[in-house]
């Protein structure tokens, strides 16, 4: 059964660090996109990051300020976010996609099998 289950949300003071986790389960990292999203209170979701095999993909609202690096031996995929900002407030979730569905020019195709999201928090 595929799985997706996030960790790692909390209060973080402007200009901290916080690093997300994404557990999945039931498939392998090394055929599957994996992106991270998130849904700020009255907006729509939108996509932040996304990697695939060495491809990765990042919005420009968080160029240089976050990575997503992978650990396929614990089958996890992490958000490092540094340098958080009040706009970077929200519940992020992660999903999985098709190998292709991420480029380096963003994401290709839709993705699915919904973590249950993890809340951030930045805030003074």
């Known amino acids: 059964q595929v799985q997706l289950v996030e960790s790692g949300g909390s209060l973080v003071q402007p200009g901290g660090s916080l690093r997300l986790s994404c557990v999945a389960a039931?498939?392998?990292?090394?055929?599957?996109?994996i992106g991270w999203f998130r849904q700020a209170p009255g907006k729509e979701r939108e996509g932040v990051s996304c990697i695939s095999r060495l491809i990765t993909y990042y919005t420009d609202s968080v160029k240089g300020r976050f990575t997503i690096p992978r650990d396929n031996a614990k089958n996890t995929v992490y958000l490092q976010m540094n340098s958080l900002k009040p706009e970077d407030t929200g519940v992020y979730y992660c999903?999985?996609?098709?190998?292709?569905?991420?480029?380096?020019?963003?994401?290709?195709?839709?993705?699915?099998?919904w973590g249950q999201g993890t809340q951030v928090t930045v805030s003074s």
């Open positions: 999903a999985k996609g098709a190998f292709h569905y991420c480029s380096a020019a963003g994401f290709l195709g839709a993705f699915g099998s």
């Open positions: 039931g498939f392998s990292l090394d055929y599957s996109a």
